[in-house]
């Protein structure tokens, strides 16, 4: 399915990664790929370079969600947010209007 977790996808229950990289830190992500691969850096383009600006998706979830949807959704993709250093508690409480 189109948004089933990545941790499903990947079968991070089965396959131990020794990187997981974010699209946050895009840039140093690729830096390490590009020499652990020999390959010389090329450096990406920046956000605004290609038209993709910041979103602020975080502060609008609660227009969208409801707690107990949030919550189902959270306990759904937790081990993806884990697996990239996320927490997801911020935007759990936010929701709730906390």
Do not use: K
């Amino acid at each position: 399915p189109p948004w089933a977790p990545a941790w499903m996808v990947c079968g991070m229950d089965w396959v131990s990664y020794d990187f997981v990289g974010t699209l946050e830190g895009l840039d140093g992500d690729v830096a390490l790929l590009f020499d652990a691969l020999g390959v010389a850096e090329a450096g990406l383009p920046s956000r605004e370079a290609v038209g993709f600006g910041a979103t602020h998706a975080a502060s609008s979830v609660g227009r969208y969600y409801n707690a107990s949807l949030a919550e189902a959704i959270g306990e759904a993709y937790a081990p993806d947010a884990e697996a990239g250093g996320y927490d997801l508690r911020d935007v759990l409480e936010q929701i709730r209007g906390g």
